[in-house]
């Protein structure tokens, strides 16, 4: 009986001196093959993961180095759960979506992102994140993982940063700007001056005014990321799991602290982006303000869009995104409205002149408009083929007074210029008198501040302590805004004291005589001034000839400054005989009819 097991041991000694060394040179290599990246990839299940690794930024890294964790017993039991993995292939049991979870240690070890806790922050696509509150505090009373941000849900983006998960945990039950949705959390306050889509503006003035973010970027949230009862059956189907339903500290536990289960497997996506600009007037306003309460003039004005025989201007705020709200902030009754003060809360004190011109010059050119439309259906006596042309008129007027031009300024002046050099068109035609100028009070010449500033020349105001009337330096005095305020650079700014002002009268009150062209032209500008509806003068060919002011404008004194030709009386309106003196060739005969070649069209517009 010994002999027997002696003669067995030492066959299986045999047995083990020939077949041990090759079964443990093929573990070895079975485990060394096993744990190469092509290898994970030849199976057709696991392709997909294995291109988008080798396109990431760990394509440098072996799969079994962030898979299986530090450790020979980590090893060991990943190599099993790999072999039955194989073993779940082979014999056609397997999932198409595998299961995989990365444990924090295998991002955190040597060599690795040991560091990344201790880096503090970093910016990322703009955004500010610091990786230690987010690994060592609670967050929302969950402990994150590595994977809780960093993972899969996008196919071909291999363990990246998956900012829906991130927009889920610091939007969920909390609104815009508050709790853990506050902006200041991940965004810097921007300290320079940002155009978008022609809209500029100083974000450092966020920071100086205290302003609320919302005031601008309401909307940018959208989606609540509630859990549907239904998404536990995808997973589950034993009754007592899913009776836990509602028991969130052990859900959440369960599912991101002991396991890596995807956010959005179980809640629905919240979406955090600048909205398009159709989403951004799509806003809770229409919910009583319905196109049948007459609000959509408004939205569509807002657009550029509604006008008849205009092209599409759509107003700036609209093109940056910003909606209703972020203007309608003034409480009055059950509404919320927009005014002077909406405006300062963005842009600072200086809205608040900019506000009141585009009012008041906006509605001295709408109601301006609107008389001249009265005035030409009171003409057509209601014949429909004299009033059928005006119905385009007629609608745009309509649109403006329903819209209120001052939510698209830009697209409200192209409006009442096309409507009322139709109306004059029509008015001509039918032998009525036209104006030579149109019906509304503007400055009678072209600057780069009155791009803005249009409607300046209703605004009084007070300088050196003193009324100061725009329009009767703008409009009659014909002086251009340099004159007083500094260029862009100085932008509104005084470029003149009291003692200038004082000065400048006083020239203006003694008589006119021996002052050169020169000094005039410092403030006025020498354009055509108007004398009549059908004579003009062209102070610029007289200025270009030397020709000083006071040849015509002698010995004016009077407490408004205008030129002789606005101001009937100043001095006798000069006549043929006069303008003969330099004219001699070109006076007209006694029928007053001009000889041949002369200019008179250069003043006659009946010429």
Known sequence: MRQRVAAWVQRMLVVAAVAVPPGAAFTLLAFEVSSQPRFCGSCHVMRPYYESWQHSTHRDVACVECHIPPGVTSALRKKYEALAMVASYFTGRYSTNPWAEIDDPSCLRSGCHAKRVLLGRELYRGILFDHQPHLTEMRRSKRLRCTSCHSQIVQGSHIAVTSSTCFLCHFKDNPLNEGTGRCTLCHAIPETRITTAGLSFDHGEVKRFGMDCRLCHEGIVRGEGEVPPERCYTCH??????????????????????????CLNCHIEIVHKVPAREQAVATACGSCHSEQAGHSPVRDLYRGIGARGVEPKPAPMYLAGIRCEACHTRPRGEHRAADEVSCMGCHGPPYLTIYRTWTAGLGDRLRAVRGELDRALALAHGDPTRTAPLSDVRANVEFLERARPVHNPGYALAILARAHGDLAGFLAAWGA????????????????????????????AQAFGRDFAHRAHVVEARLRCAVCHGGMEAHGTLRIDAAACDACHARIQRPMAGVAGED????HVADVGRVSDTVRFPHARHVELGLDCALCHEGVERKKHVDFARSPGARPALGHEQCGSCHAGDVPDAAGVPPEGSDCHLCHVDF
């Open 433 to 460: 008198a036209v104006p030579a100028e149109p019906p509304w009070t503007e400055a009678p010449y072209q600057a780069e501040c009155l791009g803005c500033h249009f409607g300046i020349e209703h605004i009084a």
């Open 520 to 523: 005039c032209l410092g403030c």
């Open 237 to 262: 189907n034993e009754i007592e799991r899913l009776e836990r339903y509602g028991e969130t500290e052990f859900l959440h536990r369960k599912h991101v602290t002991d396991h890596k289960v995807e």
